[in-house]
């Protein structure tokens, strides 16, 4: 099961996870977390914990390349769902745009339309989201 911390960046031991957190963008609502599973670094998260009538934004989900394809993102994901949920969060919403040449745009857009998430007609900017939890809008 994923865990989310946001510890010190010196205490992260993964050079590319630490660049992340250390140099993702933030606004008022973001906050950065790192990612870990039975201990072992998996990767960053950068949320923005906006007002709880708009979605709880994914900003930025990361995955260091020599542990890509194992599952990893997708424990990410539903930790980043179940921290929305907890919060009272009714959607989660994400601009799917891939930063690494490996992970074509389309293989991205094909992996959240898996993980259920859909097109939201209303956002300008190619966003999709999922409805979190039982009493989620439909």
Do not use: C
Request: aromatic letters at 10%; zero cysteines; glycine letters at 6%.
């Amino acid at each position: 099961m994923a865990e989310l911390s946001q510890p010190n960046p010196e205490q992260i031991a993964d050079p590319d996870i630490r660049n992340r957190y250390v140099n993702s963008s933030r606004n008022a609502y973001t906050q950065h977390y790192l990612v870990t599973d039975e201990g072992r670094e998996i990767g960053f998260l950068s949320l923005d914990l906006a007002p709880l009538d708009e979605p709880l934004v994914i900003y930025e989900l990361f995955v260091p390349s020599d542990l890509r394809r194992n599952g990893l993102g997708t424990h990410m994901l539903r930790a980043a769902e179940e921290l929305a949920y907890s919060l009272g969060y009714k959607w989660t919403l994400i601009i799917p745009k891939t930063m690494d040449d490996a992970f074509p745009q389309a293989d991205l857009e094909a992996w959240y339309r898996r993980n259920d998430y859909e097109a939201w007609d209303d956002h300008a900017f190619g966003g999709v989201r999922k409805a979190i939890g039982r009493d989620a809008p439909k």
